[in-house]
């Protein structure tokens, strides 16, 4: 897998989470602290707005719209963007440069996370292949620092038995229990 083929499988998990919400339960909580559902689509739009208009990727979030209809446009859109533009280079993001792999890397890492936690907020299971979660947990270590935990909002990594899976081993380090 590369960086490209990784975000479009992480809008599929994404895409899978979101199909199991109904608008009723757009003020469900999310295991985001102080987020609705609602909110974190919010966020989620926001996120992957910026990320992407740092590589030159430009995104338009539509105003209006159901929320969720909103995550997934502007996640195709991102994906779309960064086919066009490609992952090779170097971005400024948020003080510091990175490769724009991995910058993409984080919007997948984004979806998959994020995804998680709607299909949780919900009462739903979200099933993420493993070579997926193998590669954005390894991501994760590599761009996921204690300053970006508190500009991202992760909480701190919780601990994990030994043996778990590779997705349970990124929402712990996300801070996900």
Avoid: K
């Amino acid at each position: 897998m590369n960086a490209q083929s990784d975000a479009t499988a992480a809008l599929e998990v994404l895409r899978r989470a979101i199909d199991g919400v109904g608008d009723g339960q757009l003020g469900c909580p999310t295991p985001c602290r102080d987020y609705t559902v609602a909110d974190l689509a919010e966020h989620v739009v926001g996120s992957v707005t910026r990320i992407s208009a740092a590589a030159g990727v430009m995104v338009v979030a539509v105003a209006d719209g159901p929320p969720l209809r909103q995550v997934l446009e502007v996640g195709r859109d991102a994906v779309a963007g960064w086919q066009r533009r490609g992952a090779d280079g170097e971005v400024d993001f948020g003080g510091r440069t990175m490769a724009a792999r991995d910058l993409l890397g984080v919007i997948a890492l984004e979806f998959v996370v994020h995804g998680w936690d709607f299909a949780t907020a919900v009462g739903a299971e979200l099933v993420v292949p493993e070579g997926l979660s193998t590669h954005l947990l390894t991501l994760a270590h590599r761009t996921v620092t204690t300053e970006s935990r508190l500009v991202a909002g992760f909480d701190p990594p919780v601990p994990v038995a030994d043996g778990v899976g590779a997705l349970d081993r990124l929402l712990a380090f996300t801070g996900r229990a």
